[in-house]
């Protein structure tokens, strides 16, 4: 496995072949959590593992340098996956002075005691000396949490960039030149949209001066290193940050005793009776939470369904809303529809979120008591048309 980047600077990271479950976030081909070894004048760390992987990283670092000559551990996010290792980083590293920011270490000590640790805190735009290299810090709050940052070293035209254009991946390749291209950018669209969505404004904001900075390797906290599709994956994360969407329409329900389901068909069938829309139809039952996130990435009208039990939404469509709540997709239009058999219904329920989420109702909810009649049946095609030619712009 070829873990150098540069001479000097290699991956000693920790390949998690075996999670599927990354808060949430299903990981159907499993992570990495990237460290980086720098050995120059001063030796230095960048970032760390979860701290269940923290002997791994220091038998990788062990490989290349004794442990007490690592002279820094730079830590750009305190996200657990990658700074929980830290107290057991510094603790094998005596001679070693922890580099983050105040928020970072702030958010560290939160997590473990830190008292005996020599620290560093600098400031946005702050650079380090460390031999023939320079490291030069620069905040990038909310890309992931508020202390998140990046790390520049100008003389090798590389860029250390924490979660941004990472993608959860276990490969033995640490390349991005050593897979299918349409691979890396599936599983970094969907890390996009399972992690970042949120926080596209604060995306769209940093991406001018990440590209204006002169770069030939990108080395994120997970997956692989970019260093042949740059372009790519800035144009991509460009695209993404900018909350574009495309002619689609989802419809994603959940269903009892079908009428629901019967529901969706209609939508789907007036959705697809529009030219030049895609749809797409999603039981969010048997799916899974990251699938509709990654398809609502760039989705412009969605039409949202679910059967009524004991008076509420089915557990999983009220899961599917608070997750895509949080994620705010870039979704204009919805529609609200669902079955009932007495009382109150899912409908309802659903109808009053969507416009809370920032979606447009292109038409009054339809709500079938057992059974969706003809009239009812004819609504959701029509609200399916609605919701395409809405997707068309
Ligand atoms: Fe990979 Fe926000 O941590």
Not at 85 to 95: K, R, S
Not at 346 to 360: Q, S, T
Request: with cysteine; net charge negative.
């Amino acid at each position: 496995m070829n873990t150098q980047l540069k001479p000097d600077i290699h991956w000693v990271g920790y390949i998690d072949w075996s999670i599927r479950d990354f808060h949430s976030y299903n990981t159907k081909r499993g992570a990495t959590y990237n460290s980086y070894l720098i050995q120059d004048e001063k030796n230095v760390l960048v970032d760390t593992v979860k701290y269940l992987y923290a002997d791994k990283l220091l038998q990788n670092v062990a490989e290349l340098v004794p442990l007490d000559k690592i002279d820094y551990v730079v830590c750009n996010h305190a996200e657990p996956d990658h700074a929980s290792g830290v107290a057991d980083v510094m603790n094998a590293c005596p001679n070693a002075t922890l580099v983050c920011n105040a928020k970072c270490l702030d958010t560290l000590k939160a997590y473990m005691d830190g008292s005996n640790w020599k620290t560093q805190v600098v400031a946005s735009g702050e650079e380090l000396s460390i031999g023939k290299r320079t490291l030069k810090f620069i905040f990038t709050p909310m890309v992931h949490w508020p202390e998140s940052m990046f790390t520049y070293c100008p003389e090798e035209k590389l860029l250390f960039s924490m979660d941004a254009f990472g993608q959860h991946l276990a490969t033995s390749e640490r390349f991005d030149d050593e897979l299918p291209l349409d691979l890396i950018l599936e599983e970094a669209r969907t890390y996009y949209a399972n992690i970042v969505m949120p926080y596209s404004a604060q995306v769209a904001k940093l991406l001018p001066s990440a590209a204006a900075l002169d770069i030939d390797m990108i080395a994120p906290a997970h997956g692989v290193v970019w260093r042949k599709n740059i372009p790519a994956i800035l144009e991509a994360y460009t695209a993404w940050a900018a909350r574009k969407t495309k002619a689609k329409v989802m419809i994603v329900y959940d269903t009892m005793w079908n009428s629901t389901a019967i529901m969706a068909d209609q939508i789907f069938k007036g959705a697809c009776s529009v030219d030049g829309v895609s749809v797409e139809k999603i039981f969010v039952r048997v799916s899974d939470l990251t699938q509709l996130a990654d398809a609502s990435l760039d989705c412009a009208a969605m039409a949202v369904g679910s059967a009524t039990l004991n008076t509420k939404m089915m557990p999983a469509m009220a899961a599917a809303l608070n997750y895509l709540g949080g994620l705010k997709p870039p979704v204009k239009f919805g529609f609200a529809f669902g079955s009932c058999g007495w009382g109150k219904g899912a409908m309802e329920e659903i109808a009053e979120i969507l416009p809370k989420m920032g979606w447009e109702l292109v038409a009054p909810g339809v709500k079938s008591k057992f059974r969706p009649t003809q009239e009812q049946l004819d609504a959701c095609f029509e609200a399916g048309k609605l919701l395409a030619q809405k997707a068309l712009g």
